[in-house]
């Protein structure tokens, strides 16, 4: 009994022969083996190869071809000879019937069995004559016999779906084997009996009966069938049972035994099945390559090229995923060659060689060779159809369209390439493929700018989800039609589709969708519809239901845009400061320097921009500062000194301390590179320069920042760079090179077309002519230009500034009247603005004007009411200039010393305040000259030597 365990694959039915010699039977019957299982292969209803997809790298891996179990009914000759045998062997049975003869009986009802099992394919009827046959055996008191029996009987009824009846006759047949301790034929009967638990789904109790096979395997030493059996069990604890660390001891057991067989098929099995376990279950990319390598190696031995092209195609795919793209295009082009020269005719063929070209696609596209990439997916496209998988077709056709919308900018060719997908989706008839067609055949039309077909293809998509009842699919749908109608401007509909989108987030919990929608919503109601409130309803609900799920980044997210939409939009910083506040406290709750960063910047923004209040933001930007530093980021830490400086320049005017942080900036800026930066880092210090009286060192600074926007080759910066080097040689009292410098900086504002530039820069020339050279008539051309393209840009700052400065030409040649008139054209736009600064200045320059013109009640009214602007805007260096020429018009034009001396008095205690010693010496000699005035020469000699003395 041997021969009882040989394998059996190739037949549905199997017999073992028994060895010949006294008491031998009929053949025994063995219920169909289970092979070994592939790993984890996404196979169409078809024989011939599978292929797997990678679902990190995206490689596919392809198996090798399957051979189908042929199942051949039999001829109609065959069948006519058949029941002629069994006619003739009936009389024999009537003939051994009469003459009582059990034995004869025995061997004729079991060829009659047999014939209609074998031939006929009837094993329920041979089942009646198995039955008689035991009839028989016991009769005899044959044991072995009657152990043949039951073999039969059990093996034909596991083939008729008897299984129960099947296990009980399994079951008496082992009974028989244990007694007579013949342990061939246990292990018969644990096969047998593992098999028809299979049948039934009782995995557990197979593959003990199957361990015990091979342990009795193990004691005979049978290495063959210990092979055969490690293939099963590891094929069972893989794909049945789960259990991947027993079936990797049985694959390991399969690889040695194959080694020692010297069976290379076995060998680069089990590697093959071994590396996609920990490539797909271990995520072990090294330990994978290794088995893969072995498989390759064994295949080489035997030229074996159809396993040598998979383990190329393995290979490269670990390396795909491991993200070492050139070396994957290698493996993959070994494949490839190998799959060129075989027969396209073989739908197998023709399956592997479309796998290989589309790796080798995908790896070009990867490494950003999209023409090389193209071609490939291309050859991989005209295979598909001949592989008779329309799911290749599907996949080689979606990634051309992918291929051609998102890498190669081509929509309008993707858009025939989706087409083609939805034909081949309705002809696979997948529904679910039917609506991703439509989507993105939706998604090409939106990028060709037709956003109205777009949403049409959308509402197929919808539809299709709708009638699938897939709601994840349908919140996407939604989505989409609400991004197309947002580039239509349809907002409403943007809207409406969002919310719709929500609901179903909502019916479903898919809280990361109902995040994701509230930002959209809120952010559409900020920005698009103009309804802050409505947006701060969205972010309110987003921060409530981010607090529910604890997801602190998502807090984070809803703080910043509270905080931003209430300072930009509600316009309330104190609700704004709030939410940064709050943003602070959980971003040092879960130790997010990041965060912190960005929660202590949007306040010190908050404060210097809003709030107006340089001190504290002075103390959020050194926050930014310290934590920047500890996060060892030299461009965050650039930021905060920019602004350090800047508030200590123009904030609460400390010069040298802003010095110290441009200084610090430029150092950083350096350090990084950041050419952007160290450039703007010499402008905040020319500035800064220039502020403190330093023009020399100002004048350095901006013509480094000038050489170094050249080196840049930024004409628009290099127009302010020359600008401010020219203010700061005006400054040094060189009007000439000054003027060079706006000359130039005209010419590169006029190259590049700023025409806001040219207007600032004809003003500056104007002023230089006026100020400097005393050329009052080019000082006007200068003054013209500018409010005539000020006029163009609608600039009304500037037409007011044009009017303005014409007066002040008109002032200076004595043409008291228009001046006037141009003052008053300013003070109009200014009034109009509501712009107490400005109209300040206006009433003071037609006060100027009407003073020079003789109109001196008039100027006095306009002083006055400039001082009341001075006094509302807190402004005290203003109101400090303004009563000095309230008390010299007095006491020069009006002839009124008491009057004049009551606003010396009142600059004399607003220079004490101010701590001004040089306009309280002026204050005291105004204030002697008026005592003088009024005829108290001793109080006014008084007065004139404490402004003497002040002096000195």
Not at 327 to 356: F, G, P, S, V, Y
Not at 524 to 552: C, F, I, S, T
Not at 565 to 589: C, F, G, H, Q, W
Not at 776 to 786: L, V
């Given at each position: ?13 199997h ?15 063995l219920?169909?083996?289970v ?12 024989q ?16 090798r071809?399957?051979?189908?179990t ?38 004729i ?35 072995n016999?009657?152990?043949a029996t ?64 091979m ?60 590396g996609?376990?920990?490539?797909m ?8 390559l ?9 295949a ?15 290979i490269?795919?670990?390396y ?43 790896t ?13 997916y291309?050859?991989a ?31 309008h ?33 939106d ?6 077909s ?29 991004k197309?109608?947002?580039?239509l ?32 919503l809120?952010?559409?109601?900020r ?15 987003l921060l ?10 998502g ?18 910083p ?13 971003s040092?709750?879960?130790?997010d ?11 010190g923004?908050l ?5 107006n ?8 930007y050194e ?35 802003a ?31 220039g502020?403190?009286g ?8 901006q ?5 170094l ?7 628009l910066?290099?127009?302010?760079a ?11 009292g060189?009007p ?13 504002a ?6 806001e ?21 080019k ?8 409010l005539g ?13 044009a ?7 008109y ?16 003070l ?9 600064e400005?109209?300040?200045i206006?009433?003071q ?17 306009l002083?006055?009411?400039?001082l ?12 400090r ?5 309230l008390g ?7 002839k ?22 040089g ?11 008026a ?6 020469h ?8 404490l ?6």
């Amino acid at each position: 009994m041997e021969d009882r365990l040989k394998s059996t694959k190739s037949a549905p039915l199997h017999r073992v022969l028994k060895q010949q010699g006294p008491g031998t039977g009929p053949e025994l019957e063995l219920v169909p083996a289970v092979s070994a299982l592939q790993l984890g292969e996404h196979r169409e209803p078809q024989q011939g190869r599978t292929f797997r997809v990678d679902p990190e790298s995206g490689y596919i891996t392809v198996s090798r071809p399957t051979v189908p179990t042929i199942h051949t009914q039999p001829t109609p000759d065959e069948i006519q000879d058949a029941q002629s045998k069994i006619d003739d062997l009936q009389t024999e049975l009537s003939a051994a019937e009469e003459s009582g003869n059990s034995s004869l009986q025995f061997d004729i009802n079991c060829k009659i069995g047999d014939l209609y099992w074998h031939t006929l394919q009837k094993p329920n009827k041979a089942v009646m004559y198995y039955e008689e046959m035991l009839t028989s055996a016991q009769a005899l008191h044959d044991k072995n016999k009657e152990a043949a029996t039951y073999n039969k009987m059990a093996v034909a009824l596991d083939v008729s779906g008897k299984h129960k009846e099947a296990m009980w006759n399994h079951e008496r047949m082992m009974e028989i084997e244990k007694a007579a301790g013949n342990k061939d034929g246990i292990a018969a009967c644990h096969a047998n009996m593992a098999s028809s638990l299979m049948n039934t789904g009782n995995v557990a109790e197979a593959v003990t009966h199957y361990e015990s096979v091979m342990e009795l395997a193990k004691e005979k030493n049978d290495k063959q069938r210990q092979l055969e059996l490690a293939q099963t069990l590891a094929g069972m604890y893989h794909k049945k049972l789960g259990d991947s660390k027993t079936a990797f001891k049985y694959y390991t057991q399969e690889l040695k035994l194959g080694e020692e067989l010297n069976d290379r098929k076995a060998m680069i099995q089990a590697c093959n099945v071994m590396g996609d376990m920990q490539m797909m279950e271990a995520k072990d990319r090294k330990a994978a390559l290794k088995y893969y390598k072995h498989m390759l190696h064994y295949a080489e031995k035997t030229n074996d090229e159809e396993n040598m092209a998979l383990s190329y195609n393995r290979i490269g795919t670990v390396y795909g995923a491991m993200g070492e793209h050139v070396t994957a295009l290698l493996w993959h082009q070994k494949d490839l060659r190998i799959r060129r020269n075989q027969e396209e005719e073989e739908d197998d063929n023709a399956m592997a060689k479309c796998i290989a070209y589309r790796n080798a696609a995908l790896t070009y596209k990867i490494l950003g060779n999209y023409d090389h990439a193209k071609s490939n997916y291309e050859s991989a496209n005209g295979l598909s159809a001949k592989s008779s998988s329309m799911l290749l077709q599907w996949m080689t056709t979606l990634e051309l369209g992918e291929l051609h919308q998102g890498q190669m900018g081509d929509p309008h060719t993707a858009l025939w390439y989706y087409t083609q997908l939805l034909t081949l989706a309705e002809e696979m008839q997948d529904k679910e493929k039917v609506a991703t067609a439509y989507r993105l055949v939706g998604m090409a039309n939106d990028e060709t700018g037709d956003h109205q077909s777009a949403i049409d293809w959308y509402q197929k998509t919808l539809r299709t989800w709708r009638n699938i009842g897939n709601k994840e699919g349908q919140i996407a749908a939604h989505k989409s039609i609400a991004k197309a109608s947002m580039a239509l401007e349809k907002f409403a509909d943007t809207k409406q589709h969002y919310e719709s989108a929500m609901a179903l987030a909502d019916d479903l919990g898919n809280k990361g969708q109902t995040k994701q929608l509230l930002l959209l919503l809120g952010d559409l109601l900020r920005d698009d519809l103009n309804d802050p409130q409505g947006a701060a309803k969205r972010y309110a609900q987003l921060l409530k239901l981010m607090e529910e799920v604890q997801d602190k980044a998502g807090i984070l997210l809803s703080y910043t845009r509270l905080g931003d939409l209430y300072r930009d939009k509600i316009a309330d910083p104190n609700t704004a400061a709030k939410y940064y506040k709050e943003m602070l406290t959980v971003s040092e709750e879960v130790n997010d320097k990041n965060k912190a960063v960005v929660a202590y910047s949007r306040l010190g923004d908050l404060y210097r921009e809003v709030l107006n209040d340089p001190e504290v933001a002075i103390k959020y930007y050194e926050r930014v500062l310290v934590v920047s530093e500890e996060l060892k980021d030299p461009a965050k830490m650039a930021l905060a000194c920019s602004r350090l400086g800047d508030l200590h320049r123009e904030g609460v005017g400390n010069p040298q301390k802003a010095v110290e942080y441009y200084k610090q900036m430029l150092a950083l800026a350096e350090e990084t590179q950041d050419k952007e930066k160290v450039a703007l880092a010499y402008n905040r210090l020319g500035l800064t320069h220039g502020m403190m009286g330093k023009y020399e060192d100002a004048v350095d600074w901006q013509e480094k920042n000038l050489q170094l926007r050249e080196e840049m080759g930024d004409k628009l910066k290099q127009v302010a760079a020359q600008m401010n080097l020219a203010a700061s040689i005006k400054k040094l009292g060189n009007p000439k090179k000054a003027k060079f410098h706006y000359t130039a900086a005209m010419a590169h504002a006029v190259e590049t077309g700023n025409r806001e530039r040219q207007c600032s820069l004809a003003m500056h020339l104007g002023d230089l002519y006026r100020e400097e050279f005393k050329e009052q008539k080019k000082a006007m051309k200068f003054y013209q230009q500018m409010l005539g393209m000020a006029e163009e840009l609608d600039l009304k700052d500037d037409i007011a500034l044009a009017f303005s400065k014409m007066g002040l030409v008109y002032h200076a040649v004595g043409e008291y009247e228009q001046a006037v008139e141009l003052h008053q054209k300013h003070l109009i736009i200014k009034q109009g603005q509501e712009d107490k600064e400005g109209q300040m200045i206006g009433q003071q320059n037609m006060a100027d004007s009407y003073t020079s013109w003789g109109k001196y009640e008039q100027a006095a009214t306009l002083y006055a009411t400039a001082l009341a602007f001075a006094k509302e805007l807190e402004d005290k260096q203003q109101q400090r200039d303004i009563i000095l020429k309230l008390g010299d018009l007095h006491l020069d034009k009006c002839k009124k010393p008491q009057r004049a001396l009551d606003y010396y008095v009142e600059l004399r205690d607003l220079a004490e305040e101010m701590k001004d010693n040089g306009k309280l010496a002026v204050a005291y000699n105004r204030m002697g000259l008026a005592y003088d005035e009024l005829g108290d020469h001793n109080e006014g000699n008084k007065w004139h030597q404490l402004a003497k003395k002040l002096k000195e």
